[in-house]
Structures are given as C-alpha cells and as structure tokens.
C-alpha cells in the first residue's frame, strides 16, 4: 500500500531567497527505487530545491511531500539521508570519529559507520583527520556521513564533484547498487554525461523545470545526439515560446 | 515542539566536542594554562597578598566566564557557517540536544580549568580563602557555564567569525565595568547600579567574593547562585529559540 506512494512529491513549490524567485512554481514526482537528476547550471535552484526535500528551507507556497509524510517531519529524520555540496563534516576530527558520532545521532547499527566508509572507498583513510583529506577525499566523507542508517531516501548534492573518473564510476556503481535494493536517491550534477545514468532528469534552469523525462526520451524528443544538445534545444525552444 | 532531547544524542554530542578538543592541543593547552597564568601575573603584579586575597577570588570567576564565552560563540558559529548544524537538523538531533552538548562538553573542561587555576592559585601564590573549595569551584565553574551560554546565545547575532571575536568586548566588558570588580557596586551612580543590578557577571563576581569573605554558605551566596543558573538557562532557552530547522 505504502509502495503506491511516490518517494518524493513536490507541488506548486515556490521559494524566495534574498528577495528573488529562486523557485517558481515546481512540481514533480519520483517513485520509490528510482535515481532522479537533478541538472541545470550553478544557480538554477538545485541546491534551494534539494534543501526544500529535507526540510531546511523556509517555503512561500507549494507542498513537499517526502515518503508519504511533510518534508522535514521528524518521523523522517532517520529515513532521509542528506550530503550538502560544501561537506558538512567536522575538520578536526578523524573519518571515523564523524561517521560515529553522526551514526549515533541517528541511531544507526554499530557497524555502519565502519561500512559507509568501506562504501565510499575512505578504508585507508579512516583514522586521518577530516581537515587533513584532500578535496575528493571530504566529499566522499561527507556522502558517507549521508549513508548512515541506510535512509530509504538519498538527497546528494553534487556528490562526485572534483573525483577522478574511477572514483566516479565506483560511485555511480553504488548508486545504482542502492537504487536496486530499493533506496530513492536524489541526485545533482552539473556535469552532462553524469545525467546519462539516471532514470529520470528534471532539467532545470532559472528555477523552473525545463524537462521532466528519462535521458533516453530527452535526445529522441529533441532530435538531438546527446544531452547538452538536448538542453541547448530546450533552452531556444523556451525563449521562442510566447509563454 | 521539535526541540525535544534524547540522552543518547546528547551523551553522543558532548563526546563529539570533547573529541574535537583533543585533537586540538594547542587550544586545550591555551584553555587551560592562560587562566593560570594571568593568576600568576595578577599575584606578582599586586606584590602584596591582602590585595591578591581581595581581586584573585574575582577574577578566578571572571576568567573562565570569558574564555567560555569566546571559545562557545566562536565554536557554533562554525557549526552555523560549516554547514554542520544544518546537517544535524535533518537528523533526529534536538535543539536541546546540540546546546546540553556543548553545556556538558564545556562544563567538564570549565571544573580541569577551574582546578589546575586553583591548585596554583591555594598552593603556590597563597591565595586565602575563607569559605570551603567546594562552593569556590560551584560557582567558578557555574560562571564558566554562564559565559558559555551567553556565548551560544551571541553567536546567533554573529554571521563571520570577525563579528563573533567583537562581541566578546560588547557582551562582556561593560559587565566587567559594572560587576563590582572596579569599583565597588555601592558606590555607584544610581543608575548604573541598577543596570549592575540586571546584569549577570555582577552576581558572578558577588558569589566569588562571598567564598573568599564567609566562611559558611550563606543565604546570600544561595542567592547569588540561583541568580547564575536562571541565567545560563535562560541563555540556553534563548540559544535554542535562535537554532532554526529552517531558514531562508
């Protein structure tokens, strides 16, 4: 009964940040299970909306419903998981002491902190102090703190932003892995050949959705070869419009 | 409604701080050993030991309510600017949580600060005290609680760390002007003295002066000590009213 409702179900949402319309008017749905794109440039409203699904942004009008229940319900604290694009990790502290200390935040079983950073591939690096991490290294110790407790919904903000192209793999691999094991995850990119391997995309650009479909849809709706292409298309095809 | 606390997170917040300390030795070292050496300083720079035994018991109560202060306002505000509070209220954490952390974390370190001060301060400068050690460390490590309750409480008015360094002088030195360590509160402008009287350093700086003059717990220090834990907490309840799950 339960799995009939979507993982995330955002209506009419519409947020002002410093006096400007950082989100007008946004509606989507993604089932449960799936990997849902967040793409669009540095500005577009990604990181307002991601902050919209957890529950940390003040709202104008719109609903955000998450696993059935309001964003940001505390019934949903131990479900949703949340990796901020700057990583929000204590710097002083060791790999491991952060994953233990979050991990007993959320309750999460004894064993997972030593299993997120497995996940992440930080097993070497789990007694170096976070501060002392090169920058691809903290941002995989920031989506670790995000897998404790294993949330049933993951919302990452640019979670493979400055990695090696091995290491971006690894972690598409993982992503992909969750997915499979029922994990919603919510994922932001800027990069365009990184959307190629979601289920879904929203395209967005100056806070609105330009395109809600899977990738494959996007170049055959387009007409186009790949999927810059296909946003450069929907971006003049926009402007065209009378709107 | 959501700032309800759990044990658990609390116990698990106060580790986490005290873990950050450790790690950082040159703060710990600083903590500890810059309230012992202004004592030093202080006995040496008065030279005779009457005075010592008049200003030393206030100042023992005064120096760590402003290291606390600084040390607290400056440590949230990098939770606030790091992105970590933000992380920890999308997780069962409660406002209360987060604050008693820091209370705990911070009340363990004021009583080492406090101690090592007052080794030094009862044994090598000879400082006399009439009343009992214990009411002494009661109420300098409830003045290292207050100092850094106001402290979580001013760095929600801070957005840099720039501003949360200035609010140090703001907060605390027009209470260090008032409370009575200068000049006697008596002996002021009426006025003043009842701006004195709303302020909390001043009771700080009383109690310690009572534990130094009286040697039974008197009413009047009960008092005074009621005084600074109805402000710490109201510190921490205005904290807590100033930590936002949400924000624009």
């Known amino acids: 009964m339960m799995s009939f409702v979507p993982a995330v179900a955002v209506a009419g949402l519409r947020v002002v940040r410093g006096g400007k319309p950082v989100l007008r008017d946004v509606s989507f749905e993604a089932p449960r299970g799936s990997v849902l794109g967040l793409i669009g440039p540095s500005g577009c409203g990604k990181t307002t909306l991601m902050r919209c699904l957890v529950g940390v942004q003040i709202v104008q009008a719109g609903t955000v419903t998450v696993l059935g229940e309001p964003a940001g319900s505390r019934g949903l604290r131990r479900r949703v998981g949340y990796s901020t694009q700057i990583p929000a990790v204590y710097a002083d502290l060791t790999v491991r002491e952060n994953m ?62 400055g990695l090696d192209p091995v290491l ?23 990069v365009m050949d990184e959307a190629g391997r979601t289920d879904r995309l929203l395209l967005m650009r100056e806070g609105e959705i330009l395109a809600d479909a899977s990738p494959r849809e996007l170049t055959e709706r387009t007409g186009t070869a790949d999927l810059d292409a296909a946003f450069l298309h929907l971006i003049h095809e926009r402007a065209e419009s009378p709107a | 409604m959501s700032s309800v606390m759990s044990p658990a997170i609390t116990a698990a917040t106060t580790r986490r701080i005290l873990a950050q300390l450790r790690h950082d030795h040159r ?79 911070f009340g363990l370190l004021s009583l080492v600060q406090v101690g090592v001060v007052l080794v030094i301060s009862l044994t090598w400068l000879g400082l006399d005290l009439a009343g009992s050690v214990a009411s002494l460390v009661l109420v300098a490590v409830l003045d290292a609680l207050l ?102």
Not at chain 2, 37 to 56: H, Q
Not at chain 2, 65 to 76: D, K, N, Q
Not at chain 2, 178 to 188: A, F, K, T, V
């Open chain 2, 27 to 105: 703060t710990l070292g600083l903590l500890v050993g810059v309230p012992s050496l202004l004592m030093i300083l202080l006995r040496y720079v008065f030279d005779t030991g009457a005075l010592f035994d008049r200003i030393g018991p206030m100042l023992l109560g005064l120096f760590p309510f402003v290291i606390m202060f600084v040390v607290a306002s400056v440590g949230t505000l990098r939770e606030r600017t790091g992105g970590t509070l933000e992380r920890l209220m999308t997780t069962p954490t409660g406002k209360l949580d987060f604050l008693l952390g820091y209370a705990f974390a």
């Open chain 2, 147 to 248: 100092g850094m309750a106001l402290g979580l409480f001013a760095s929600a008015f801070a957005r840099t760390e720039f501003q949360a360094v200035q609010f140090m002088p703001a907060f605390v030195l027009p209470q260090v002007l008032l409370c009575g360590l200068l000049i006697p509160r008596d002996s002021m402008a009426p006025w003043l003295r009842v701006i004195s009287d709303v302020l909390p350093l001043s009771y700080a700086v009383d109690a310690m002066q009572r534990v130094s003059r009286e040697a039974s717990f008197s009413t009047s220090l009960l008092w005074d000590v009621l005084v600074i834990a109805g402000f710490t907490l109201g510190a921490l309840a205005l904290g807590a009213a100033t930590l936002r799950r949400r924000t624009g």
């Open chain 1, 100 to 161: 233990r200390y979050f991990g007993a935040v959320l309750r999460a079983p004894r064993t997972d902190p030593d299993r997120v950073i497995e996940e992440v591939g930080l097993g070497d690096h789990r007694d170096q102090v976070v501060g002392t991490l090169s920058g691809g290294q903290l941002n995989r110790a920031n989506l670790a703190a995000a897998l404790l407790g294993e949330p049933e919904l993951l919302v990452l903000d640019e979670p493979t932003v």
């Open chain 1, 168 to 190: 971006r793999e690894e972690l598409w691999a993982l992503f992909r892995e969750l997915s499979a094991r029922g994990t919603t995850l919510v994922v932001s990119s800027h």
